[in-house]
Every structure is written in structure tokens, then in C-alpha cells.
């Protein structure tokens, strides 16, 4: 089993991935696209990205909203597993220009 972070190591995650942000225990970040089909194209691209990696975010699909959340369930909190696919997703998809976590 994974080993949940401590709140100052989610700190740290935090400084260094600001577009994240800490609710409920889990990693969150939201996109806002311009319509479902931008949403969902991006979904997938998130999908290969989990996939590859063996680690699966929570999504939540609200028309051109896409929320990620990040959380080891079997290890009850945020690991470092958590932190590199927040990385992962960063920096993969730094491209899209749309992003934003304000609603977080």
C-alpha cells in the first residue's frame, strides 16, 4: 500500500504544481473548453495519459467543464503518485490555454 503525503509534503506538491489545488482531501483541477466535443476530445487525451501511467483521476464531465481529481483511494489521501500525475498532466498538456482552476 501506498503512503498517504503529510500536509506539509501536500504543501510542497502544491508550490510546485499552482494550477492544483487541495479540496476534500484530493487534487483538483479544472479545464473549461469551448463546447462538449473540445471536453471530451481532451477526456481522452487524459485517459492515454492515465492509462500509460496505471493511475486513473476521478473525472467529472459538465458540458465544456472537465474536473480532475487526483486521491489514492487505497492509500486513503494524496501520495506521491498523486503528485507525479498532477506532473504528468501539467506538463503534457500545457498546451491547452483554456485551463483554469478558479472554481476549485
Given amino acids: 500500500m501506498k503512503k498517504a503525503l503529510t500536509p506539509t509534503e501536500i504543501e510542497d506538491v502544491l508550490r510546485a504544481h499552482p494550477e492544483w489545488k487541495l479540496k476534500d482531501g484530493k487534487l483538483l483541477r479544472e479545464w473549461i473548453f469551448s ?3 473540445e471536453a471530451m476530445a481532451f477526456v481522452n487525451r487524459i485517459a492515454s495519459i ?3 501511467a ?6 467529472d464531465i ?4 472537465v474536473l480532475l481529481a487526483l486521491v ?3 492509500a486513503g489521501g494524496i501520495t506521491e503518485r498523486d503528485a507525479t500525475m498532477a506532473g504528468r ?4 498538456l500545457a498546451s491547452h490555454s483554456t485551463s483554469s482552476s478558479a472554481k476549485c
Fill in 50 to 52: 492515465a492509462e500509460d
Fill in 89 to 92: 498532466i501539467t506538463a503534457e
Fill in 62 to 65: 459538465r458540458y465544456n467543464h
Fill in 35 to 37: 463546447d462538449f466535443p
Fill in 54 to 59: 496505471g493511475h486513473h483521476p476521478d473525472i
Fill in 72 to 74: 489514492s483511494h487505497d
